[in-house]
């Protein structure tokens, strides 16, 4: 069996920034609700004034006012496949073990699609 990390890994950014990205130019009213919001509580858990813990929670916390999920992490996903390294493509065993920190709501369709075990948030 082989681990790997997800993101910055076999996926050549982070796949929860660029899906948050990807809903914000979709459905620009998160860009007000969750952006900016974001950005001031990743400042204040720089300066230690937050705990990660409730960063992520301000992160992940876009998901919830998307819609449409299952058809626009699809569109994502048919968009972004390609960013999968072709290194690990190249290598891949039935066995493999991709971990990530990403939500799996956003894992699992690219799993099921290239065919790889996965652990995620």
Known sequence: MNVYDFDCTIYYTDCTVDFAFWCMKRHPRLIFTHLFPTIKA???TKKGKLPNYKFQRKLF??????DDFDEQIERY????EG???AWYLA???PDDLII???P???IA???KRIGFNFVAT
Do not use: G
């Open 42 to 44: 990743f400042i204040m």
């Open 61 to 66: 916390s876009y998901l919830t006012e998307v």
């Open 77 to 80: 996903w048919d968009k972004n």
């Open 83 to 85: 960013r999968i390294s």
């Open 91 to 93: 290598q891949k065993q």
């Open 100 to 102: 990530s920190a990403s």
């Open 104 to 106: 799996a709501c956003i």
């Open 109 to 111: 369709p690219i799993a």
